[in-house]
């Protein structure tokens, strides 16, 4: 666990950018990233991070279905709800195993056969958000334990920002679904109608998928930014983990993918509930992936001040976003125990 709950209640804390840190990640010595890096694998091991990766796959879960009925119905005003499923299908069949891209078209066939109006249809989306947001509270949680801090936001403005996380995820969902839709017919079609001609197509067809790699590193570097009651520092170092957790995903997918191609026993073992199993199961894995890019993102920061001469050894020096919360907690704590003892006393005659 990054530590810095006892360092950041005081005011001598060093901002997340303090002068005497390394401005960018090549500022860094080779003996700091050697131990940024067996930190993370330690770290990660100790702050029980595939046990929070399980907690975050209930959650998100849970989160899928009301998420995509929202997407669906927003989309759906504009007369696009199916053609977004059609396309995020595309996209899961080309990163996702099979079997859990069977059990993600059961899930769109669902949220999209859900019609609604009016009132109700204003309510669904609200709903559905509120609903996903549960994702984001847990993954806010798990981010507190990396950084060894207590919730000190109040719930209102805890949920406030979980609900902007959840919202602003989901228009990047939208973002990264249309990037990969635009192949090069429909390219040549737009490039034709704005009359870009021909290099455009192959412009597109180069710049295409980069660009759907930034949206997902800013996706995911919105969640570690946000979600923690620490200030982070600038976007260049959050964008280190969140590209990490990329390659994480991207490989361990891959190798998931293969084992349940060719050596593995679930659909003996589970039958019908297989393709819902390794959908979990690859939904576990890109969870701990995203946990490893943010333990990568605390000790890179650890390294930051280490190399800066601030000791950090301990604990990460950052500090808290908010103490309001903890704060309340611990008056009435502290109220509580006095009075067991008085209840304790008591019993005893008077005697302490």
């Known amino acids: 666990m990054a530590d810095t709950s006892m360092s950041s209640s005081t005011q001598k804390t060093p901002l997340p950018d303090d002068a005497r840190k390394p401005a960018w990640p090549w500022h860094l010595e080779p003996r700091s990233w050697r131990y940024a890096l067996r930190k993370t694998v330690r770290e990660f091991n100790s702050d029980n991070c595939p046990d ?22 927003i989309l759906g005003l504009l007369g696009n709800g199916q053609k977004f499923s059609d396309m995020l299908t595309s996209i899961a069949e080309q990163v996702a195993p099979e079997s859990a891209v069977a059990l993600l078209n059961t899930i769109l066939d669902q949220a999209s056969s859900r019609q609604f109006a ?39 403005k805890l949920k406030f920002i979980q609900l902007v996380v959840t919202l602003i995820g989901m228009l990047l969902v939208v973002v990264m679904t249309v990037l990969v839709a635009i192949g090069d017919t429909t390219a040549a079609a737009i490039s034709q109608y704005l ?33 923690p009651n620490i200030k982070q520092p600038k976007f260049r170092w959050i964008s280190m983990g969140a590209l990490v957790a990329v390659v994480a995903i991207v490989v361990m ?9 060719n050596f593995s026993s679930y659909d003996r073992t589970y039958g019908a509930l297989a393709g819902a199993v390794i959908f979990l199961v690859w939904v576990w894995l890109s969870n701990l992936a995203l946990l490893f890019g943010a333990e990568f993102d605390a000790e890179l920061e650890r390294a930051r001040q280490l190399q800066a001469g601030i000791p950090a050894e301990a ?20 109220k509580d125990i006095a009075e067991g003892a008085g209840i304790r006393v008591e019993q005893n005659g008077g005697k302490r």
């Open 52 to 73: 929070s990766a399980a907690a975050l796959t209930y959650y998100a879960v849970l989160a899928v279905i009301p998420a995509l009925i929202a997407l669906v119905s």
């Open 118 to 156: 009016g009132t109700a249809l204003i309510v669904s989306i609200v709903v559905g958000i509120w609903s996903a947001s549960a994702y984001t509270g847990a993954f806010s949680r798990a981010m507190n334990r990396v950084y060894g801090v207590a919730e000190g936001r109040t719930f209102i």
């Open 195 to 227: 009359g870009l001609g021909e290099q455009a197509v192959l412009i597109w067809s180069i710049v295409k998928w980069p660009l759907f790699l930034v949206t997902i590193i800013l996706a995911i570097a919105l969640l570690y930014y946000a979600t």
């Open 253 to 261: 997918t891959a190798g998931f993918s293969f084992y349940v191609a």
């Open 315 to 334: 604990g990460i020096q950052l500090p808290l976003r908010s103490r309001k919360k903890f704060v309340k907690s611990n008056a009435k704590e502290a």
